[in-house]
C-alpha cells in the first residue's frame, strides 16, 4: 500500500476550503455529510455553495487567502485554480502539521478523497493513490450495484443490538457465528426487501433461540464443539483470484483456520479471512509438508473445537485434490463439511491458452489422467490412451515428460500428436510450449518450463496459434502488458 486507509471523524470539526468553484462545492458536499464544520475562503464564491452550506455551522468567507484562516482547522483543501496559492497553502500546512489536500495533486496531499459507497454506517472508501480516479469511481459503480442499500439498516440493526447480544453469547467466537448466520440468513433477506420490522423480531428470536442453547449446557461459555465447527473444502482454482466463486470466497471470508496447499496463489489466499490462522499443509512430489492422515487430523481437531476451517485446495478437490479422501475422514469423525467447487487447472490452462479440450474437428472425449499413482508408482496404462481423436490431459505429468511420451508413442500414439505444456496455468506468469510427442522433450531440455504445469496431449494443442489471443508460444508479463495495451 502506498496510502493507509482510515477514516477520520470529521462530526463538528472544523474543516477549510481554499476555493469557491466547483471543485470546491464537491469537496463540501462530501464533508457535510460527514458533518464537519465548513468554512469556504475565496474572493467570489458560487451560488451553488451558499445553497449547498446554508446551515448556520458553516461559514462563508469572501476575501483573498491568508494564513490566519488554517488556525486551528482539522484538515484544509486547496481548490483552487491558482497553482502558486495551492503551493502556499500546502506549504502553511505542513508548517503547522496540518493535514492538507490539494486537488488534482497527488505529491501535495496528506491524504486522499477515496470514490465513496455509503452505506451509512457501512461506508467504503475506494482509492487509485491519485493514479487513475476515473477507474476508482468506476469501482465505485460496480460495487454500487452489489451491495443492497438495506445494508446500512442491517448494520445500525446490529449496533442496536451488540450490547443485547454481547450479554447472551459470552464467547468472541459465539458471538461472530451468531452474526454471519443473522447477516447471510433470514434477516438480512427481510432487511433487504425493507421489511425493517420483521427482520428485527427475526434477529431477537435468533438470539433468544441461540442464548437458550448456550444455556443448555452444562458449561455456558462453552457450546457443544461438534454443534459448531464445520469444515469447508474449498477450490482455490488454477491461480488467478478472479476465477473464485462467490460461495469460496464468502466461506474463505468466514474461516477461523485455513489449512491450504502449495497450489494455492498467494493473491487467492490473501482474500481469506484477514485474521484467520493459516497453515500450510502444502505436498509436492516427494516432499509432503504434511502427510494427508495428518491433514485429516488437523481438521477434525480444529472442527472439533468449534472452528469453521477452510481446506483451501489448488484446482477442484474432486480432481486429483484428495478431497475425497478427506471427505471419508470427515464423515467417520462426524464432522459437518461442505464442498466448494473450483475451476481445475485443466479448465483453465484450456481457455486461458486457445486450446480446447473438445473440437468437433478434432478430439470428440477428454482424458484426465494422473502422471502417478497413489503408491508413487509411474501411470502405465498407455494403451488406452491412442484414441487420435480424444484429448489426453496429464496431471503432475512435467517431471515424467519423456517417460510419458515414449509411453504414448509405444503404445501406438503418433510421433507427431500435438502436445502442449502450460506451465502455471491462468496467472501472469504463465507459459506455453508446443510441439509433437517426438520433439518436445529435447525442446523442453533446452528451455525447461517451471511448475506447476500439465500437458494436453491431441490434435487440439495445435489450435494454440490460431485461437490463443496473444499469438505467443511463451509469455512472459510484459509482453501480455504489450498485447493489452494493442487492444
Not at 477507474?135 to 438495506?150: H, N
Not at 484414441?387 to 503418433?414: C, Q, W
Not at 510421433?415 to 496455468?425: D, G, Y
Request: aromatic letters at 6%; hydrophobic letters at 40%; charged letters at 20%.
Amino acid at each position: 500500500m502506498n496510502t493507509f486507509p482510515l477514516f477520520f471523524k470529521l462530526t463538528n470539526q472544523p474543516v477549510l476550503i481554499v476555493g469557491g468553484g466547483e471543485v470546491a462545492q464537491r469537496k463540501a458536499d462530501l464533508l457535510s455529510r460527514a458533518g464537519a464544520c465548513i468554512t469556504i475562503l475565496a474572493p467570489q464564491i458560487s451560488q451553488e455553495i451558499h445553497q449547498l452550506l446554508s446551515d448556520e455551522r458553516h461559514t462563508l468567507i469572501t476575501a483573498h487567502y491568508d494564513k490566519k484562516h488554517i488556525d486551528g482547522k482539522r484538515i484544509v483543501i486547496a481548490g483552487t485554480d491558482d497553482e502558486a496559492l495551492n503551493h502556499q497553502v500546502h506549504a502553511d500546512c505542513k508548517a503547522l502539521n496540518i493535514p492538507v489536500n490539494v486537488v488534482d495533486t497527488p505529491p501535495l496531499c496528506d491524504f486522499i478523497f477515496p470514490a465513496i459507497v455509503d452505506r451509512n454506517p457501512i461506508v467504503i472508501g475506494i482509492s487509485s493513490n491519485g493514479k487513475a480516479p476515473v477507474l476508482a469511481r468506476l469501482t465505485r459503480a460496480r460495487l454500487e450495484t452489489l451491495i443492497p442499500q438495506g445494508y446500512g439498516k442491517l448494520a445500525k440493526l446490529a449496533g442496536d443490538m451488540r450490547d443485547e447480544v454481547k450479554s447472551k453469547i459470552p464467547t468472541l467466537t459465539g458471538r461472530r457465528q451468531f452474526w454471519e448466520k443473522a447477516f447471510e440468513g433470514k434477516v438480512s433477506e427481510l432487511m433487504f426487501a425493507g421489511r425493517s420490522v420483521e427482520a428485527e423480531q427475526a434477529l431477537k428470536q435468533q438470539l433468544e433461540q441461540t442464548h437458550q442453547q448456550l444455556s443448555s449446557n452444562s458449561d455456558v461459555k462453552q457450546a457443544d464443539p461438534k454443534s459448531v465447527g464445520e469444515v469447508y473444502i474449498v477450490g482455490a482454482g488454477p491461480g488467478d483470484p478472479e476465477l473464485l466463486t462467490f460461495k469460496a470466497l464468502r466461506l474463505m471470508q468466514q474461516a477461523d483456520i485455513v489449512y491450504y496447499d502449495a497450489l494455492v496463489s498467494s493473491e487467492v489466499l490473501d482474500l481469506c479471512r484477514r485474521d484467520a490462522d493459516k497453515v500450510f499443509v502444502g505436498k509436492k512430489r516427494s516432499n509432503h509438508a504434511v502427510a494427508q492422515q495428518g491433514i485429516n487430523q488437523l481438521m477434525i481437531d480444529a472442527a472439533s473445537s468449534g472452528k469453521r476451517v477452510v481446506r483451501l485446495k489448488g484446482g477442484d478437490p474432486f480432481v486429483f485434490g484428495r478431497g475425497g479422501e478427506e471427505i471419508q475422514a470427515l464423515r467417520a469423525a462426524g464432522i459437518a463439511y461442505q464442498v466448494v467447487p473450483g475451476i481445475t487447472a485443466a479448465g483453465a490452462a484450456s481457455c486461458y491458452t486457445g486450446i480446447p479440450l473438445t473440437h468437433r474437428d478434432y478430439a470428440q472425449s477428454v482424458r484426465f489422467v494422473t502422471g502417478f499413482l497413489k503408491s508413487g508408482e509411474p501411470n502405465t496404462g498407455f494403451a488406452a490412451l491412442t484414441n487420435p481423436n480424444e484429448t489426453v490431459i496429464f496431471y503432475m505429468g512435467l517431471h515424467s515428460l519423456e517417460r510419458l511420451t515414449k509411453g504414448l508413442m509405444d503404445a501406438g500414439r503418433s510421433p507427431q500428436t500435438p502436445i502442449a505444456i502450460i506451465s502455471q496455468a491462468s496467472m501472469p506468469t504463465q507459459q506455453v510450449m508446443t510441439a509433437t510427442l517426438q520433439d518436445i522433450v529435447a525442446k523442453h531440455e533446452a528451455n525447461p518450463l517451471p511448475t506447476p504445469a500439465l500437458l494436453i496431449v491431441g490434435e487440439v494443442a495445435k489450435l494454440h496459434d490460431e485461437l490463443a489471443w496473444y499469438g505467443e508460444h511463451i509469455v512472459n508479463t510484459d509482453q501480455q502488458a504489450h498485447a493489452l495495451n494493442m487492444l
